[in-house]
Antibody, heavy 117, light 109 residues
Framework: EVQLVESGGGSLQPGGSLRLSCVASGFSFSSYWMEWVRQTPGKGLVWLSEINGDGSVTNYADSVKGRFTISRDNPKNTLYLHMNSLTVEDTAVYYC??????????WGQGTLVTVSS | SALTQPASVSGSPGQSITISCTGTGSDVGANKHVSWYQQHPGSVPRVMIFDVTNRPSGVSNRFSGSKSGNTASLTISGLQPEDEGDYFCRSFTTTSTYVFGTGTTVTVL
């Protein structure tokens, strides 16, 4: 069974940094693209970033380019999202997802990030 | 910017409804990589359609997708109470990123 478990969310002040983790199991992690998507409470989904299987290719939404960094540790089956210079607009639930055929076929349960002064 | 979807669509049980997803020549109109996601309250999104028309294993054949120009569509046939929820489209773009739609709330009357 494919499982994705995010962690690392929390509350912090504007300007702060945070690292989110997503531990994968039930599939060959290094064979898949992985993504981060966020959702503001009561609002829509926003695609943030993706990384290919060996970590050599990354793509970012313009809204986070230069502030967020996606990475992965394949021996640990773990995906990361390093977030810097956070603002209140970054408050959201952050999901990791597995990428297949240009879609997200499995999602984690999400981790909440709250940025507030 | 986000793809445009109607805020809400409703229908009676057994009816068919269609949700539109309008983008531009840089996203929906540029490739076949449009997918659709269903999200029930308190749950994570679930992919219902990928690459415009394809259904993942386990998704009911009551769900179908299509695309014409810059607009993609999701049709739900034989509407059932469990189809209530939010639906989001997503498209690959010419800059190798993805963009989601604004989301549509489906209500079964």
């Amino acid at each position: 069974e494919v499982q994705l478990v995010e962690s690392g969310g929390g509350s912090l002040q504007p300007g702060g940094s945070l690292r989110l983790s997503c531990v994968a199991s039930g599939f060959s992690f290094s064979s898949y693209w992985m993504e981060w998507v966020r959702q503001t409470p009561g609002k829509g989904l926003v695609w943030l970033s993706e990384i290919n299987g060996d970590g050599s290719v990354t793509n970012y939404a313009d809204s986070v380019k230069g502030r967020f960094t996606i990475s992965r540790d394949n021996p640990k089956n773990t995906l990361y999202l390093h977030m810097n210079s956070l603002t209140v607009e970054d408050t959201a639930v952050y999901y990791c997802a597995r990428g297949v055929d240009h879609s997200s076929d499995h999602w984690g349960q999400g981790t909440l990030v709250t940025v507030s002064s | 910017s986000a793809l445009t979807q109607p805020a809400s669509v409703s229908g009676s049980p057994g009816q068919s409804i269609t949700i539109s997803c309008t983008g531009t020549g840089s996203d929906v109109g540029a490739n076949k990589h449009v997918s659709w996601y269903q999200q029930h309250p308190g749950s994570v999104p679930r992919v219902m359609i990928f690459d415009v028309t394809n259904r993942p294993s386990g998704v009911s054949n009551r769900f179908s997708g299509s695309k014409s120009g810059n607009t993609a569509s999701l049709t739900i046939s034989g509407l059932q109470p469990e189809d209530e929820g939010d639906y989001f489209c997503r498209s690959f773009t010419t800059t190798s990123t993805y963009v989601f739609g604004t989301g549509t709330t489906v209500t079964v009357l």
